[in-house]
C-alpha cells in the first residue's frame, strides 16, 4: 500500500480537478516515476459525468482522508484463536509467535475476548483447583489432546468433563470417601483392582499415566461398564499439571471492557485511547467486526505516512481532510498560491493559464508521452470548463492552441462538443421543480412592491419543457402566498450569454416593460440578459417605478 501516490484534485471536484487527476496520474504511471491512482474528493458533478462518459473513462475511487488509519499501521496480523483452543495450544501459539495476547473469536470470526498471559498466571497462581475443568466445560477432546493420550475407550455419554480431578494414590478403602459419579481419576496404568473400584463408582474417565503397557484386563472393565479410560506418556505428576491446560481459552480470556480499535478508526484516536488506557496490546477488528489482529504501542510509531499529489488546487481548505498528515511529493495548478507549506522538497508547477489540465498536455509534451485519445478528451473537457469555450478572461492562447490540438487528437470540434458537454452538465433533468427554483432564489421589495426572482443557470432549455407548467403553478402558488406582484425565473445560458424568462402572479406586464418583450404562454427570451444583480433587477425597478 506504500508505495501508492494519490493524484487529487480540489474538494466539490470540477471537471478539471477530476479530468487533471485521470490525465496526470497516466502520465506519472506511463513515464513509470510513481504507482499514481487518481482520486476524487466528493461527487462527480454532471458535466464531468458527461465527459467520463463519452470518452469511457471510470470515475476515480473517492478519497475521504489521508488521515493515517490504523488499517496502515504494521500491526500484528494474528491467526485469530478459537474459544474451543486448549490452553496449552494457545500459550504455545503464543511463545511461537511472540504475542503477549491473543484474540479470540467465535465461528464467524467476531471478537469474543482476550487471552493474555497474565489471565493465565493469575488462573494457575488463585483461582484453578481441581474443579476447573468441570467448570469451564472442558470438552473431552481437548483432554485428550493436551495429554497427548491414546484412546482405550470413549463412552458416547462422556463430552464435557463433568467431574473433579483425582490423582487416586491411596487404597480403594480411603478413596471411597472422595470419588464420586463422573470425576477423572489419574492412576499408575497396572492397578487393576483399584479400576474395578472406579468404574462401581460410575467415574466419567480414567487416565492411565506412565509409559506402562496397558492392561488389556483394565480395558475390559472400564468397556463393560461403559467408562471412558485414556492412556498418556505422562507421567502422574505431569498430568496432572497439564491436564488443567485443557480449559477452553473461552473459559480464561477477558470477556467484557475491551478496548479495541477498528481498521478505519484514525492512529489520532488510536494514539489518544492508548495514552489514557494501560494494556500491552488491542485487538483490532475490521468494519464488519471480524478480528484481523492486534496491536501495541511500539507498533503506532513505525506508520507510514500516505503520499499525494495536489492538482488544480494548493490550498489547504480546498485539499483532502488530513492532508498535514500526508506527504506531499508535487503539484500542478493554475491557481494563487495561498497558504502552501510542506515539510520535504516537491516539484511545484504552477503557471498561469486557463486550465491545470493545460498544464498537463505541456507535460505530455515535455516528456515525449504520447496523448491516448480517451486522455486528450478529458484534459479537453477540462479546458472548455474551466474557460467557459474560450470565453473566459482567464483564458489564454496557450489554452486555446493545446485545446485545438487536443480536439485533432480525439477527432472532435471543440464549439459542438463543448455545447454537448455544457447542456449535459447544466441540464435540469430529474430535479423537481422546487428544486430548480430554490437554487437560487431571492426576494426584493422595490417600493411598494414585492417580487421574487430565481436564476439557473441551464443550456438545456428543451429538457426543461416539461416540467413548464408545473413550474408556473408552483411560481403561482408562491406569489400568492408570499404576496409578489410578480414572480420570476430566469433559466441563463451563459456560453449563448441569454435567459429564457417564465413568469407568474398577477402583474406580468412588469417584465414585459422592463425587457421591452411579449410574453408568450408566460416566457420570453431575453437576448444578452446574463446578470440578476446588473441587468434584471434594475430594469424591473425601472418598470415598477414608472408604472
Ligand atoms: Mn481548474
Known sequence: MSDIVYVSGHKNPDTDSVCAAISYSYLLNKIGKYNAVPVRLGEINRETEYALKHFHVESPVLLKSVKQKVEDLDYDKVTVFSKELTLKTAWSLMKEQNLKSAPISDDHGKLLGLLSASNIIEGYM?????????????????????????????????????????????SEKNADGYIEENDIAIIGGDRVDMVRFLVEKKVGLVVLTGAFAVDEEIVKICKDHDVSVISTPYNTFVTSQQIIQAIPVEYVMQKGGLTTFSTDDTVEYLRDVMSNTRYRSYPVVDLNGKVQGTISRYQVIRGEKKKIILVDHNERGQAVDGIEEADILGVVDHHRIADFQTVGPLNFRAEPLGCTCTIIAKMFEEEDVEIPREIAGLMLSAIISDTLL?????CTNVDRKIAYKLADIVGVEPAEYGMAMFKAGTSLVGKSVEEIFNQDYKKFNIGEAKVGIAQVNTMDIEGFAPYKADMLAYMENLAQENKFDVAILLLTDVINASSEVFVAGPRPEIVENAFRVHLDDHQANLAGVISRKKQVVPAVTNAINEA
Not at 485428550?144 to 475407550?153: G, P, Q
Not at 464435557?160 to 483425582?166: A, K, Q, R
Not at 474560450?390 to 482567464?394: A, G, H, L, M, V
Open 126 to 170: 488463585d483461582k484453578w483447583d481441581s474443579e476447573v475443568l468441570k467448570k469451564a466445560h472442558t470438552p473431552i477432546e481437548n483432554v485428550i489432546d493436551t495429554l497427548a493420550a491414546n484412546v482405550l475407550y470413549l463412552s458416547k455419554n462422556l463430552t464435557t468433563v463433568e467431574g473433579t480431578i483425582h490423582i487416586v494414590s491411596m
Open 390 to 394: 474560450f470565453r473566459s478572461p482567464t
